[in-house]
T-cell receptor
Framework: KAGVTQTPRYLIKTRGQQVTLSCSPI?????VSWYQQTPGQGLQFLFEYFSETQRNKGNFPGRFSGRQFSNSRSEMNVSTLELGDSALYLCASSLDSWGFNEQFFGPGTRLTVL | GENVEQHPSTLSVQEGDSAVIKCTYSDSASNYFPWYKQELGKRPQLIIDIRSNVGEKKDQRIAVTLNKTAKHFSLHITETQPEDSAVYFC?????????????FGKGTHLIIQP
C-alpha cells in the first residue's frame, strides 16, 4: 500500500506570491490533516478535512486555506506569502479522525519564502 | 485552547539506560495522547498512543503513562539503542478532533551516547 505523498517536495517563492501544495492520502483514508513545522513553533495544526468538508481548523490567518476532493486528495493554499510562512508543511491521513485511527504523515513540502 | 508543555528539550542518555520524556496539557477535555518520533529529515511516525480511559500502555521497550488528575503524561523508553536517537513529540487532542486538532509539544531531542 502506497504511503502518503506530497507534491512538490520543495518550493521557493517570494513575498506576496501564493502557493498551492498537494497531498495524496493512503488509499481508503478519508481524513487529511495539515500541519506547519518550524524550528521555533514546532508542529502546529492548520486544518483537517474529511469527506470534502473542513471539520477542524487551527489558529492560522485566513491566508491559509484548503480543500479536499472526492478522491480524498487535498490541497492547501497560502496567499500573500510572508517570510514567516517558510516552513515544512506536513499532511497526515487517517481512516477517520485521530483517536480512532493512526495518522500517517507524508514527507512534507519545504517552502522557502524570500 | 489546548496547550502542551514538553520537557526536557534535549535528553542525552547512555546506550542501554532508560529515557523519560514528560508532557503536561491544559485542556481537561483532551482524551487522546499520541507520541511521535521524527528522525532527521524524515516524517513523524506514531510510536505509541493512549486514551484517557487507560493509565498505562506498553509496547516492547516503550511505555506511556497518563495521570488525568495532574494532566500529565510521560514516555518511557527502556534499554535505549542508537536507533532511538530522534526528536520525540507528544500531543494531545479530543478523540474526533476539535477546534485545536492535535496540539503538539515542542519536542525532545533524544541523544543516545554509545
Amino acid at each position: 500500500k502506497a504511503g502518503v505523498t506530497q507534491t512538490p517536495r520543495y518550493l521557493i517563492k517570494t513575498r506576496g506570491q501564493q502557493v498551492t501544495l498537494s497531498c495524496s492520502p493512503i488509499s481508503g483514508h478519508r481524513s487529511v490533516s495539515w500541519y506547519q513545522q518550524t524550528p521555533g513553533q514546532g508542529l502546529q495544526f492548520l486544518f483537517e478535512y474529511f469527506s470534502e468538508t473542513q471539520r477542524n481548523k487551527g489558529n492560522f490567518p485566513g491566508r491559509f486555506s484548503g480543500r479536499q476532493f472526492s478522491n480524498s486528495r487535498s490541497e492547501m493554499n497560502v496567499s500573500t506569502l510572508e517570510l514567516g510562512d517558510s516552513a515544512l508543511y506536513l499532511c497526515a491521513s487517517s481512516l477517520d479522525s485521530w483517536g480512532f485511527n493512526e495518522q500517517f504523515f507524508g514527507p512534507g513540502t519545504r517552502l522557502t519564502v524570500l | 485552547g489546548e496547550n502542551v508543555e514538553q520537557h526536557p528539550s534535549t535528553l542525552s542518555v547512555q546506550e542501554g539506560d532508560s529515557a523519560v520524556i514528560k508532557c503536561t496539557y491544559s485542556d481537561s477535555a483532551s482524551n487522546y495522547f499520541p507520541w511521535y518520533k521524527q528522525e532527521l529529515g524524515k516524517r513523524p511516525q506514531l510510536i505509541i498512543d493512549i486514551r484517557s480511559n487507560v493509565g498505562e500502555k506498553k509496547d516492547q521497550r516503550i511505555a506511556v503513562t497518563l495521570n488525568k488528575t495532574a494532566k500529565h503524561f510521560s514516555l518511557h523508553i527502556t534499554e535505549t539503542q542508537p536507533e532511538d536517537s530522534a526528536v520525540y513529540f507528544c500531543a494531545a487532542s479530543r478523540v474526533g478532533g476539535g477546534a485545536d486538532g492535535l496540539t503538539f509539544g515542542k519536542g525532545t531531542h533524544l541523544i543516545i551516547q554509545p
